[in-house]
């Protein structure tokens, strides 16, 4: 899984952005086909910077989140919304087995559909 952290209008220091790595990082417990995840961080405003982080993932368009606030804390919030968007769709690729997996125990053997 590649990580890509970048800035506008400013610079963020190699502490901060492993900080940042490490936190996304953690998205990888919700759905392990991530390929990659790109975060921008807006510095335009400095008292309330704008993060933006996309994730891509494998047979997928992929995911967005934004939040603005303080660095660590809309960093935060966008992990949470991105750790919704993930369970969701795990859960839609899960329930699709599930459901394919029935239609099969369900059909008729054609033993029982001659007679």
Known sequence: ??????????????ATQERVTE??????????????IDVTVDLDHRETPAVEVRVSAEH???FVATDTGELMAALDGTIR??????????EKIQEGHRQAKRKQIEAPAEDEVDQ
């Open 23 to 36: 936190k996304v990082d953690k998205l990888r417990r919700f759905f392990d086909r991530i390929t990659a």
């Open 1 to 14: 899984m590649q990580v890509n952290i970048s800035a506008r209008h400013g610079h963020l220091s190699p």
């Open 60 to 62: 997928t368009d992929g």
């Open 81 to 90: 919304k991105l750790e919704q968007q993930l369970k969701k769709h795990k």
